[in-house]
């Protein structure tokens, strides 16, 4: 019996192909959360990756924030608790969570929209293929107000979850992490 694929399937399918398409050669932080960006139609800025370093997360895009510290594993950012806990975690009313705001005061890009702050917040982690944490992937939407951004659903988490797991493989790469054979 033929097996349909629902338009929504195919979206998501061509989707995840545009991160797959990222070949080794252009897999650095800025390209992945260029792509990233597109496939939730968010801007680039938008889009933070972290790398887990010791009992830290560094970032490694955007690049104006590689300079603005580091978050230690133990703090109460969203982040850490990502890394922490290995949960993604989808906030639609992000600017009631306690988080670290001193990163959204970095200006990102060329925007000048310095009104604009993180309103909904996905946080996925990062896992090699052996299930260590090897960083954090966040996607944001930022906006003046709360309802100017737009909510995320549980399917963007699930997708934004999918996503990790490749990048997770093109760090793990980059890294030299060896990976735990399945078998």
Known sequence: MPVSLSSGMIGKMWEIE??????????????ICAC???????????????????????????????????????????????ARTKQAELFNGFTQVKHFSIFELVKLGDSGLDEQVIQKLMSVPVLARNGEVIGVIQVSRKAPR??????FTPDDLRKLESVACFVGRLMAKGRGIAQASSG
């Open 18 to 31: 545009q991160l797959v398409g990222l070949d080794s050669l252009d897999s650095t932080p800025e390209s």
């Open 146 to 151: 709360p309802a100017a951004a737009g909510d």
């Open 36 to 82: 990233v960006a597109k496939i939730f139609h968010v801007k680039k800025t938008e889009v933070a990756l972290l790398e887990l370093g010791g009992r830290l997360l560094n970032f490694l895009y955007p690049a104006e924030l590689k300079t603005a510290g580091a978050i230690p594993l133990s703090s109460s950012a969203v982040a850490a608790r990502t």
